[in-house]
């Protein structure tokens, strides 16, 4: 679910289904909530909302599996640009996650509130492009770095081509933060635009000022 670009199983990733939260939510984590995108018109809530300590919702623990799937050309770029989930101050952290789905792909979104101000370094000039081993499909992943209007404190948006199997997907993803809160989002489709990215990433900032 969070991995971002450079960073996905290799298959094109679909919402897992609609579930009550994982573990109790405390009021850090209900807070998050709010932050939320609302449904994007033509979709429908495909999972969540989850809340609860980030490294134990049901969705993470599912990215983490299939990343461990997948065997990278590059292993080193298998957690590049996102948070990293194997710090306990990060996987204990309060967090709000929803995911959106529809015939055209699926919007992911994940809400941390950190103990401190903390943000994934820039992808590496390695993880740009390399190939991928899921299930005995090879898939080739390619990303670009986007020149998305600066959000928050700190932000950055890749897109990323992920071509090899039945169908080839784009992946667009987003980070934004705004003190020690970390808004993380995932767009997946055939074709997914810059501009459409931009605009939801200016509504989930939009919101997250509101939590932050």
Known sequence: MLALAGCSSGEEPQAPAASASASSPSAASAKLRAALLPVPDGMHVAYGPELG??????????????????????????????????????????????????????????????PSESFPKPLPRQCASYTADVGGTQVTYKTRTLKM????????????????GEKDAQIGSVMIRRGTVVMSMLVVGQKVKAQGLYELARLADKNLEQVA
Do not use: M
């Open 53 to 114: 300590a980030f490294g134990k919702l049901k969705s993470t623990q599912q990215g983490i599996a299939a990343l461990r799937q997948a065997k990278l050309q590059r292993p080193e770029c298998a957690g590049a640009a996102q948070l990293d989930i194997e710090q306990p101050d990060i996987a204990g952290a309060p967090a709000a996650v929803i995911a959106f789905a529809a015939e055209r792909g699926s919007i992911t979104q994940a809400v941390v509130s950190l």
């Open 149 to 164: 209007p600066p959000k928050g404190d700190e932000s950055r948006a890749y897109l990323t081509s992920a071509a090899g």
